[in-house]
């Protein structure tokens, strides 16, 4: 017996169990171990049926993505165990049920719709989430799940990668029975009620009456197609799932198998599958602090409070809200204070509006919100936040007063998105306690918690750190101290060639354009307009003693600022706002070209390869220098802060990963152009160009 799977002869049932922890991903090993487990119970004489399940919390997470890598050369779908394992189940002569608990995803699922009969526990969930890896279905579940489920459905399923509950997967045909019980003694149940009944193995394979009618799917498939477009930023997976889907209705299955398998080994050989699958470890890579362990302490968080109601404060008020955590917010007026609760309120009817909330929940929730505009009543907070404005005299004048009234203990975080942690812990006496928390707007909505690391900050406040941006369903990535930290500080570089190609001659929509063509959630100057072009002016305030001398400074933005463009909150930015929607503003067109001209600058046309190569390059080469520094501990970690943070598109991996997939050698070559054509700011990093020249890459390159 392997030690991958469990087998055991129960009366005269064959359970195997998948017993490969922690989401029995289904390796080859493990596929191997089934398939022959299996073969063993159709010879046995005294075996009528076999269950095949999940030791601990799940069936099965699917295939075993880390061995994808090795699998990208192959050439035939016999060189994929799963295949054969699937196939060996369907065949099997005696009945086969599937007894799912947790999640049967992916290959997970595929095997479970290859058993004969299935039968789950009511919160499990079934689905195929290879599309968010850059892939399809390759172990024939994009041909059998239509035969169970209907082509539309199947379609919907593969391209959307949504985990669907059990209930509502038995509804749709996927799940036979569900269970209230006991799993395993309800699964041995129905094997019993299967044979007694005489009841043949069911081939999901031989099914046909649910495949429906060729152009009725057509329609059915263009209409998701235009859906999925909505979405999709330039992944290529969620068509290729639907074009795999619609040969199931189109041909045989074992053609449709063929055909699922020339997509899948295409999808596996793709940029899209490597960034994606980048960006899947990479998620979880960023959870392992090195030095911080399972036994490093923890320090109790059960209550919070947050200096400042504004759209930041409220936001992270809700994240906290929202993981049961109560928070008494400090405000220095009642006006503001009540506002900003209102404010919170409204954002939850929104919600409500929308059916993603009941009512009863918003006043739940609105319990766990106080106020006060008293220092002292913040006293007994296990966390305080600070989000107000960002300003290093204000943040040392808050962090002062929460110093003098903290309970020994506390954490005392700052919201900061640029400036130096240390600056603002030295003006206490506990400067181990004092950590960057900065949350991205909406912040309880957007994902990333960049987590930055004082000097003095203590191990336990970094354990605890990490372990609340779980709880908050965060991503949450530690980072060091400097201006702007790795987001911010690579986005500076960024907005400046976004806004010198505009003193150049390109346009504010071309450059938007170019950038949501390459995936970009929004372009440079939206974000600009969206966040504020007030908030980039007054960070600009706290830095502009330190930029270089003679160093290009944008002349657009600052000249926005003084004419009350703040952008979209007052509906003049970059652009001009009808609602949210943003149409191109000829005057700031005229006062992008009259800066340029009193400048000298001669204005050209600008290509969108340039204007991406410029923002994009530049961003990478701030990159190689903070890792060089040391301000993030892997290009991982940049990565997950820009997919996360600031709506990079996942199938690029990130900004680091797309420079790897560009080639650094190129990516170095480009930045020296650039630093012959527009000066020292473009000077490549000395990690880049050790990289371009050894032929290495930012992934593949660790500080030891
Ligand atoms: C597929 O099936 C292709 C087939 O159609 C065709 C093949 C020919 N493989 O997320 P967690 C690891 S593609 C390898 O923290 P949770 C994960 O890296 C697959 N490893 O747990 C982590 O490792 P570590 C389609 C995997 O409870 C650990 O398990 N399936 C896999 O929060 C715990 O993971 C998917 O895309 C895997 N398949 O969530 C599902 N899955 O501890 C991908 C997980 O070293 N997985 N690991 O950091 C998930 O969505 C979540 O892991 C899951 C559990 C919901 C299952």
New binding site residues.
Partial sequence: MSELIQVEVRDDVTVISLTNP??N??SQAVCRAVFSAVEDAARADDVCAIIITGAG??FS??????E?GS?QQSTSDSE?P??SMINGIENCSKPVIAAIHG?A????L?TAIGCHYRIAVADARVG???V??G?????M?TQRLPRLCGLPKAAEICASGE?IPARVAHELGIIDRITDGDLLDDAHEYARELVGMGDAPRKTSEITDRLGDIAENAIALEQLRKVVSKRARGQESPFRCIEAVEAAGQGSFEDGSQNEFRI?AECLQSTQSQGLIHA??GE??V??VPGITKDTPRRPVDSAAVIGAGTMGGGITMAYVNAGIPVIIKEVSQEQLEKGIERIRQTYGISVKRGRMAEADVDRKMTMITGTTDYARISDADIIVEAAFEGMDLKKQIFGELDRIAKPGAILASNTSTLDIDAIAAVTGRPESVIGHHFFSPANVMKLLEMVRGKETADDVIATSMDLAKRLRKVGVLVGNCFGFVGNRMFWPYQREAQFVLEEGATVAQVDNAHLQFGMAMGPHAVSDLSGIDVFWRINQEIKDTIPIGMRQPLVSDRLYELGHYGQKIGAGWYRYEGRNAIPDPEVQQLIESCAAEAGIARRDVSDEEIIERTMFSMANEGALILQEGIAMRSVDIDIVYLYGYGFPAWRGGPMKYADTVGLKKVYDRICYYREAHGFWWEPAPLLRELAESGGTFSGWSAS
């Fill in positions: 922690p989401v991903a289904l919390k799940t997470g699917g295939a075993d993505i880390s994808f699998l994929f799963i295949h999640n995803l992916g290959g997970g595929e195929f989430p290879e968010n890896l892939l399809i279905p390759g172990a579940g985990m899948f899947f470890f979880r890579a959870s392992k």
